[in-house]
């Protein structure tokens, strides 16, 4: 039995929010274990993990499994069907797969496989992302080994004693020396004698940002602004975005779709706006950059303001509604800017609340669960 091969299921998928978290637990585990663990992904048929898992050199299977949508769809009816076909499908893939234990990361593409292996006698682990639980996992839970959060509190979702504070965890490598600041800035043609404010959001949840962006710009009215501006648009509003640009010239702003190296605009940055999903919340964390949370309102069990408000408690993060983010977000970030008291207090907190090894610390975790067994 030693010389047996680990074999683990990684699910969760449907957002990078599920599905990132378990691809840097594969990572982990490949480094811990080598050529001695074998690793298969389940998700969702023709949502983004199907494309995005295999891409990064994992085998990956699909379940036909489908969530509710929210207004009255006809689509619903079809949802017990597609949940019972997956639960089989799911069973089948385990026993095939001959796991060894199963590991959700959240989203209803987790659901069946991990409901088919605790049923089978197979050890589950879940890691939550969220400072609150969303409902997949609450269910779960129930008969899981080891719930592995990201946030304190949490027994008000998930059984105390099997609780383990592990952080989220990350692909990249993020830490508060972070890359070369003088690098930084020159990759993003800034200068080092003015403050840089990073604005980011996800790729349809910089909306309520670039609106933010086009009154902070039109506000300046021609004349210089206090700061200078890293601003991730999304791909979706790119082209807009560079027009309104082009009719309101504006120095010391960068501008693009996506931030490849995150690594560098972090390093630049003084104090970030952001959404606040719960990759995001654990970046900063590990940089410690301040930040001006602008939590989207479109999102499950509205986790967002829930992960922001989470951090504010602990003097971590200033948050504003997304309502109000067109007039409010930018002059927060300014007055933070300009108090250096209030920047260094708010780095401590943040770096108070950073879990470095989580990846790490869930590996540690399954295989200790595994290793009751074998």
Request: charged fraction near 25%; hydrophobic fraction near 45%.
């Amino acid at each position: 039995m030693e010389n047996k091969k680990y074999r683990i299921i990684l699910s969760g998928g449907g957002t990078g929010g599920h599905i990132y978290p378990a691809v840097a637990v594969a990572e982990a585990l490949k480094r811990r274990l080598g050529d001695d663990v074998e690793l298969l992904f389940v998700g969702a048929e023709g949502k983004m993990e199907m494309e995005k898992v295999p891409a990064l050199g994992y085998r990956i299977v699909g379940l036909p499994i489908a969530g509710l949508q929210r207004r009255l769809e006809w689509r619903n009816l079809l949802v017990p069907f597609k949940v019972l076909r997956s639960v089989r499908l799911a069973r089948r893939t385990i026993r095939a797969f001959g796991a060894d234990a199963v590991v959700g990361f959240g989203g209803y593409a987790s659901a069946p496989v991990l409901w088919a292996a605790q049923r089978m006698g197979v050890k589950t682990l879940i890691q939550e992302q969220n400072s609150y639980a969303g409902l997949t996992n609450k269910i779960l839970a129930r008969r899981a080994a080891r719930i592995c959060t990201a946030y304190e509190g949490m027994e008000r979702f998930f059984p105390a004693e099997r609780i383990r504070l592990t952080g989220n965890p990350l692909r990249g490598n993020f830490s508060q020396a972070g890359a070369n600041r003088a690098e930084a800035l020159a990759h993003y043609g800034l200068a080092a004698s003015k403050p840089v404010v990073l604005v980011v959001g996800g790729s349809l949840g910089t909306r309520s940002l670039n609106e933010m962006m086009k009154a902070w710009i039109r506000s300046l009215d021609g004349g210089e602004a206090p700061v200078q501006v890293i601003w991730q648009t999304g791909r979706y509003y790119e082209r807009e975005m560079r027009a309104f640009l082009a009719e309101h010239p504006a120095a010391g702003i960068w501008q693009g779709a996506f931030i490849d190296r995150m690594d560098l605009a972090y390093a630049a940055a003084d104090v970030v706006i952001s959404r606040s999903g719960a990759g995001t919340v654990s970046e900063l964390c590990l940089v410690a950059k301040p930040v001006v949370f602008v939590p989207s309102p479109n999102v499950a069990e509205d986790h967002q303001t829930k992960n922001a408000r989470a951090l504010e408690a602990q003097g971590a993060a200033v948050v504003v509604a997304d309502a109000v983010c067109r007039d409010e977000a930018m002059p927060r970030a300014l007055e933070l800017v300009a108090d250096p008291g209030a920047l260094a207090a708010m780095r401590a907190d943040l770096a108070r609340l950073a879990t470095p090894r989580a990846a790490e610390a869930v590996v540690d975790e399954l295989l200790e669960v595994i290793g009751n067994d074998r």
